[in-house]
């Protein structure tokens, strides 16, 4: 296997996509829709805000290991922030990813590990379908999120 | 038939799909540092030098506008565009070159039947007839017709493994019924469909019938008379000629009666700015310049499939499609969508707990190109229970040795995911 697919589908990758965390419905918060067109991924994103802070971020639906690893991993890394703090992790995420292959890597956590999408902009959609529909979770803004 | 002993009673002239490589100069090149192991035929076949150097050679040498000007120029264009006309006209057997409507592809075809054909004929409360397999291009066009109208799109229903209910197709038309419009060979499932049959049921009860052949031009010959069709439609550009190229073949008797599609240039007899009359078909659909090169293109990728012919390109694909299928189902965990006893050129298959996604991007590493998506299929997805597929289509330059690269890949995905 080439080294860029090894970088894309590193192992924390391979493991939230085979494990998906909080992959579950919330009852009673907020929800929105994403979907890509394109390849057919859908997902819903459940979240329970309180006071302004994320208590609790969920999803379900199906899509690439890169949009299902990226949606297990956003739930783990926004609980407990505050939504400014969740969009501002988003803008650095999508700074990463956006960057040229190669360059230096932000410490971003566990999300660090979608750094490998640099080497396929064409997935960069998948990385960021399920950020785009957190977003609209937040703002609570009724139909769904698109990638086109 | 099992794999390396060809039935000997239905061997076609022999047929060396390895060297016809050769003729396709973009086949030679490598992606991604690995030879290039081109399936995606479906969406667009490679070009034989023949079709590149043709339209190079009309560029170079016989470039003009056609149908307007005296000039000697002027009247090669238009000699070559029309010889492309008869050339088409002879691939699909029809019964005049005057039948042959050049358009920017299948879609443009079908957009151009409903518009023309479709409006004149269809009214509120009446039926327009497509099947469970249709491309967005043989979907859309008639809802947007239905929507106009005030008409109801009715669907044939299919089995789990991709064929017709003609049982149910029969039972769809009615008096109402002003059109059938189906696909010829499905571009996500490969299924060939019954299509004579499909006409001969449309007949009885006095219903034209149009067929989109796209994906069914570069497998198998066309005879239009034969199949008694009032439309055929398909795009150059996935049987070895150019983009932005396509056919429509209508009857003659339909065309006649039909109105314009597009208006402007080269559709008229005579404009005043009271009153215009228009040209006879097949000018009256063809507004402004055409694609002359494109055209010219698609005669040369005729004049090559020609001289190979479809008998020796059938036998090939037949035992291609085989091999792949048994390969394929031999991967753990693959699971082939699309299982009709008939079947050309398509081969999609889901693989247990990978989305096509990943399995195309991984593909792409090894030099191997292949769709996936939902084929601009979604209803047919959604009858399948599929989000997509993986897709891997085949051309006449396609060998065994393909197939073994795209399922050796298909293994290391199968471990990276495993």
């Known amino acids: ?148 | 038939m099992s794999r390396g002993s060809p039935d000997s009673s239905r061997r076609a002239p022999v047929f060396d799909a390895a060297a016809s490589r050769q003729d396709f100069p973009l086949l030679q090149r490598r992606v991604h540092g690995k030879p290039l192991v081109y399936l995606d035929n479906a969406a667009t076949t490679q070009k034989p030098r023949v079709v590149v150097d043709r339209v190079t050679q009309y560029y170079v040498e016989e470039n003009a506008n056609v149908h307007r000007a005296v000039h000697w120029l002027s009247e090669r264009a238009t000699e070559a565009y029309e010889e492309a006309r008869a050339t088409v006209g002879r691939f699909l057997n029809a019964r005049q070159s005057g039948e042959i409507v050049f358009v920017r592809g299948a879609t443009e075809a079908i957009n151009l039947v409903a518009q023309t054909y479709g409006r004149s004929h269809v009214n509120r409360g009446d039926e327009i007839v497509i099947t469970a397999m249709e491309h967005h291009s043989n979907i859309v066009p008639w809802q947007i017709l239905c929507e106009e109208k005030g008409a109801r799109l009715r669907i044939v229903p299919m089995s789990d493994a991709g064929e017709l209910d003609l049982d149910a197709y029969e039972n769809l038309l009615n008096d109402r019924t002003r059109i059938v419009s189906v696909v010829h060979v499905s571009n996500a499932l490969g299924t060939v469909n019954p299509v004579e049959e499909i006409i001969r049921l449309a007949h009885r009860r006095g219903i034209p019938v149009l067929v989109d052949g796209a994906q069914a031009v570069a497998h198998t010959a066309v005879d239009v008379q034969r199949l008694g069709c009032e439309f055929y439609a398909f795009s150059g550009h996935k049987m070895f000629g150019p983009t932005g190229v396509g056919v429509l073949y209508g009857v003659s008797s339909l065309l006649d009666a039909m109105p314009p599609y597009q208006s402007g240039g080269d559709m008229i007899s005579s404009v005043t700015f009271e009153r215009t009359l228009y040209a006879a078909p097949p000018q009256r659909f063809e507004a402004g310049t055409p694609h002359i090169a494109g055209a010219i293109g698609l005669a040369a990728a005729i004049g090559y499939l020609g001289a190979i012919g479809f008998d020796a390109i059938a036998s090939h694909e037949r035992e291609l499609i085989e091999y792949a299928t048994h390969a394929l189902t031999r991967v753990p965990g693959v699971r082939l969508i699309g299982t009709a006893a008939e079947k050309a050129g398509v081969l999609s298959f889901v693989l247990d707990g990978v989305h096509p996604h990943d399995i195309g991007t991984m593909l792409d590493r090894e030099g191997v190109a292949i769709r996936a998506g939902h084929h601009c299929c979604q209803p047919l997805m959604d009858r399948l229970g599929l989000p997509a597929t993986a897709r891997a289509s085949l051309a006449l330059y396609n060998t065994r040795e393909d197939i073994d690269a795209l399922v050796a890949a298909l293994r290391t995905v199968r471990e990276l995911f495993g």
């Open chain 1, 1 to 148: 296997m080439t080294s860029d697919l090894e970088a894309l589908y590193r192992d924390v990758i391979i493991d939230h996509n085979k494990r998906p965390r909080n992959f579950r419905t919330l009852e009673g918060g907020r929800k929105a829709e994403g979907s890509n067109p394109l390849c057919g991924d859908r997902l819903t994103v459940y979240l329970r805000i309180e006071n302004g802070t994320i208590e609790e971020a969920a999803f379900q639906g199906f899509g690439c290991a890169i949009a299902m690893a990226s949606a297990s991993l956003m739930t783990e890394s926004v609980k407990g922030k505050t939504v400014a703090a969740a969009e501002a992790l988003f803008d650095r995420l999508r700074q990463m990813i956006a960057a040229p292959a190669g360059a230096p890597v932000d410490d971003l956590g566990e999300l660090s590990a979608l750094a490998g999408v640099q080497q396929f902009p064409v997935r960069a959609k998948c990385a960021t379908l399920p950020w785009q529909t957190l977003r609209a979770a937040a703002a609570a803004r009724a139909g769904t999120v698109s990638t086109e």
